[in-house]
């Protein structure tokens, strides 16, 4: 039985079709990240689930009940918003036992519940204070622990860590996970921050203008996106797209072409989805990009100018202008390709190299955003 | 930008100024200063015409025991507080209420409610002398506490409402999401959230309505009669009335009549905390 599942739900505000016929199931003790761009409905759909925002029609089932109908407080969830919501004129302990108080449970049962939930999140020495007294991560700790007290079915968390500076995101991350493992509950979080996606996530929902785009594991959906906007919104530096023509297309493959880019053939292309003349987009990740000596016939390449460098350590991202070949909706905004090496470079701006891929690295996206390129395998874990 | 601070080095204009707020300060306390100064004179003093000299003899404590043993002052304030306390309880429970639903649970007619409240702030409440009265004559409240409590509680509602909602709209949206995530029912988080955070709106509220009930003169003569539900504005007109010449017991009574406001604010002061929503949510 699947621990959350959602029928068609549609979601419309004044002039304003937040969600679309939204189908999704959750399985018990799995951990779901929902990303997409800001206003992509993520969250809207989160409230959902929560029963904070009512819907226009469809269903939403929790551990096989209905529950669309019913208060947020019935459905066996429990929430940590962004901005933490804490009560501000309680302490620790009054706000994480809150909502068991409510519910008229005995106090050493309140108490009991309390304890756990602070001995698991390492706050037993902040029972007593108020939440101005802590630090944001202790702040966030203590919304999560609240949650936690009431043991729910299902974890919400509509992006948690976004307040929080990049240090203790990395480390509240871990923690989150290592909590899932501890309680193994379903667990449910909304982020536009991808890194989260790709290092939390069981399975990963990306939304996109009130649409589910494309749900499946974090490798599945980086080594086969089904479109372009998931090719696109998972993996940093994003991937390069390069906006082209169809030259021919047969039974041998897909034929494209751009200017600057002498034409490549992509085979294993089912080729009765486009054909030639077709506007299509090759698009090809940093990494899948590196330096060759000189053009080699056969295998693709282009020259540019190196615009930037930066050095992170272990890896190098260069932005190389290789016009009149431009590469579209690149981290740079410039047109300039992005190339991710791993390893320390002495390449500096204004040098000129080769740039070259292997066909079989390169996605084919058609005319209307479809994956083309055959199924990639994915990297084992 | 205005006021703009006069220079350091301008010494003829700040001495003017200082001169001026100076001026305006003595001019403002004046009326204070002569009832407090003449409620500490003796009747012959003043019928001698010592206004504002120096006392020649201290009479205070004659003159306010005089206000006790000599008048029904301690009757009006007697009714000025049943009047008042009920009043200003009955307006912030009312104007909590209707807050907290026109802030957080918008239905169909919600806004043109609040327009009305809002709109009601606008009418001169002298102009319903007439119907007001007559209604309190039919319900056969008149000339009774009741009435006072009534009228008062009905027409501080609209402003409290306008005061109350206004502050509980600013509190953080995602604390009332949260409460009812965890399965606060809509009372259960007018309890444990709304009321403890709203405590310094309710003290500043409590202390403007204490103040204007307490104060108010007008409906004390519309709607009471009798020296048993007087309350102390009207007692004090009585008190010239008996005392025609006595001024330093008419003096002391003011003063005493005066005190509950002030006491009222220094009660509710500690209630007035700077940032009491700090921590809720970030920034």
Request: charged share 15%; glycine share 8%.
């Amino acid at each position: 039985m699947s621990s959350v599942e959602l029928r068609k739900v549609d979601k419309h505000y004044a002039g304003y079709h937040a969600l679309k016929a939204i189908d999704l199931e959750i399985e018990k003790g799995e951990f779901v990240v929902m990303v997409g761009p800001s206003g992509c409905g993520k969250s809207t759909l989160l409230k959902t689930i929560a029963g904070l925002e009512t819907i226009n029609s469809g269903q939403v089932m929790i551990n096989g009940r209905d529950v669309t109908e019913e208060e947020p407080g019935d459905r066996g969830i429990a929430m940590v918003f962004q901005s933490y919501a804490l009560y501000p004129h309680m302490t620790v302990a009054e706000n994480m036992g809150f909502g068991l108080r409510m519910a008229n449970r005995p106090k050493a049962e309140i108490d009991a519940a309390v304890k756990r939930a602070a001995q698991i999140l390492r706050l037993e020495e902040q029972l007593d204070k108020r939440p101005k007294q802590l630090s944001g991560g202790q702040r966030q700790r203590v919304a999560i622990g609240r949650a936690i007290t009431r043991s729910p079915e299902v974890f919400l968390f509509d992006e948690p860590l976004s307040n929080l500076d990049a240090a203790l995101r990395t480390q509240m991350r871990v923690e989150l996970s290592s909590l899932h493992g501890q309680l193994g509950s379903t667990m449910i979080y909304v982020t536009h921050d991808q890194v989260e996606a790709m290092t939390m996530a069981d399975r990963i929902v990306v939304l996109n203008k009130g649409r589910i785009e494309q749900v499946g594991s974090p490798l599945e959906l980086y080594a086969n996106p089904a479109n372009i906007f998931v090719a696109g919104f998972l993996g940093a530096p994003r991937m390069n797209f390069i906006e082209a023509k169809v030259v021919s297309a047969d039974a041998s493959g897909v034929s494209v072409a751009a200017a600057g880019l002498p034409a490549i053939t992509l085979g294993d292309i089912d080729a009765s989805g486009v054909s030639a003349g077709d506007a299509v987009t090759v698009g090809i990740r940093p990494e899948a990009l590196h330096l060759v000596e000189r053009t080699e016939s056969g295998t693709p390449a282009f020259s540019g100018q190196v615009r930037l460098v930066e050095q992170l350590g272990h890896e190098t991202v260069l932005y190389v202008d290789a016009s009149p070949l431009q590469a579209t909706n690149s981290d740079s905004g410039t047109g300039n390709f992005t190339l991710q090496l791993n390893k320390v470079s002495a390449i500096g701006v204004g040098a000129k190299l080769q740039v070259g891929f292997e066909t079989g690295d390169a996605y084919l996206f058609g005319p209307d955003g479809r994956t083309l390129t055959p199924r990639k395998p994915v990297a084992s874990t | 930008m205005y006021p703009r601070p006069i220079p350091e080095n301008a010494k003829v204009q700040r001495a003017l100024y200082l001169g001026g707020v100076t001026l305006v300060v003595i001019l403002w306390l004046l009326p204070l200063l002569a009832v407090m100064l003449t409620s500490i004179r003796s009747n012959e003093e003043l019928m001698a015409g010592n206004y504002w000299g120096w006392p020649q003899k201290f009479s205070l404590i004659e003159n306010y025991k005089a206000v006790f043993e000599q008048t029904a002052m301690l009757r009006f304030f007697l009714n000025s507080l049943l009047i008042t306390i009920p009043s200003v309880i009955g307006v912030l429970i009312l104007s909590t209420l209707t807050g907290f639903v026109l802030s957080r649970y918008p239905f169909r007619g919600s806004n043109l409610i609040f327009a009305l409240f809002v709109g009601g702030n606008f009418l001169p409440a002298q102009i319903m002398m007439i119907p007001v009265r007559d209604l309190m004559v039919r319900l056969g409240l008149y000339d009774t506490i009741y009435a006072l409590v009534i009228f008062h509680i009905a027409f501080q509602t609209g402003f409290a409402t306008l005061f109350m909602r206004n502050f509980i709209a600013a509190l953080p949206g995602e604390l009332f999401q949260a409460a009812r995530a965890e399965g606060a029912s809509p009372f259960q988080t007018l309890r444990h959230v709304v009321v403890p955070l709203v405590r310094p709106a309710l003290a500043a509220l409590a202390i403007l309505v204490f103040t204007f009930v307490w104060n108010d003169y007008f409906w004390a003569i519309v709607l009471t009669q009798s020296d048993a539900v007087k309350p102390v504005t009207a007692g004090l007109n009585n008190l010239r009335g008996e005392w025609t010449s006595a001024w330093n017991i008419v003096s002391a009574a003011t003063i005493f009549v005066a005190l509950p406001p002030v006491v009222m604010f220094f009660m509710m002061q500690k209630h007035f905390v700077a940032g009491l929503t700090m921590g809720a949510v970030k920034g």
